[in-house]
């Protein structure tokens, strides 16, 4: 059974930083790329960053690029986002997924990455 248990989140005001962690069971962590996605309230989920399985390719969605930061640590199962300069429209819930495919490419669609994590909840305030 895969499983995949973010933490980290939290509340933070505007230009701080917090890291989020993913860490997965279940699977071979080290064969799939990962990713991130968030959903804030009244929106679609949508794609913040992904990392392939060696961590030597990543891609972010431009809202996010320059400020946050995935990698993984294929030795913890791990995969982190570390998020700087905090924006109150940062704020949502943030789900790790795996990838099913171990093949780099890149894939921002919610449908194409197949278990989910709970969630972990970021609050940016003014």
């Known amino acids: 059974q895969v499983q995949l248990v973010e933490s980290g989140g939290g509340l933070v005001q505007a230009g701080g930083s917090l890291r989020l962690s993913c860490v997965v069971s279940g699977r071979t962590f080290s064969r799939y790329i990962m990713g991130w996605f968030r959903q804030a309230p009244g929106k679609e989920r949508e794609f913040v960053a992904a990392?392939?399985?060696?961590?030597?390719?990543?891609h972010y969605a431009d809202s996010v690029k320059g400020r946050f930061t995935i990698s993984r640590d294929n030795a913890k199962n791990t995969v982190y986002l570390q998020m700087n300069s905090l924006k109150p429209e940062d704020t949502a819930v943030y789900y790790c997924?795996?990838?099913?495919?171990?093949?780099?490419?890149?894939?921002?669609?919610?449908?194409?990455?197949?278990?989910w994590g709970q969630g972990t909840r970021v609050t940016v305030s003014s």
């Open positions: 997924a795996t990838d099913p495919r171990s093949s780099w490419s890149i894939r921002t669609d919610e449908y194409e990455y197949d278990y």
């Open positions: 990392i392939s399985w060696s961590g030597g390719n990543t």
